[in-house]
């Protein structure tokens, strides 16, 4: 398994765990910090790896934070 691919996995199971730990502004703050750190992995995991697997992490991605991405879907609909 190549580095990237560690550093995605590694990055699903510290979400994960982060999603466990109470929080009182509903994980939106880790979820920042978990976008901002996601996003270089995946253009590591595209360069690496391929597009396909690239498009197997970003929807791994999706859907763990998948909250970011309906109020995203809401907030472009709306500026129709």
Avoid: E, F
């Avoid at 509903?26 to 595209?46: E, M």
């Avoid at 992490?57 to 995203?72: E, K």
């Amino acid at each position: 398994m190549s580095l990237s691919l560690i550093l995605a996995c590694v990055w699903a199971i510290v979400a994960n765990l982060l999603a466990m730990i109470p929080s009182r502004d509903n994980h939106w703050r880790r979820a920042y910090v978990l976008i901002v750190v996601g996003v270089p992995i995946l253009g590591y995991v595209t360069y690496q790896n391929g597009p396909w697997w690239g498009l197997a992490v970003l929807i791994a991605g999706m859907s763990i934070l998948r909250w970011p991405v309906v109020y995203l879907g809401r907030w472009l609909v709306q500026k129709r």
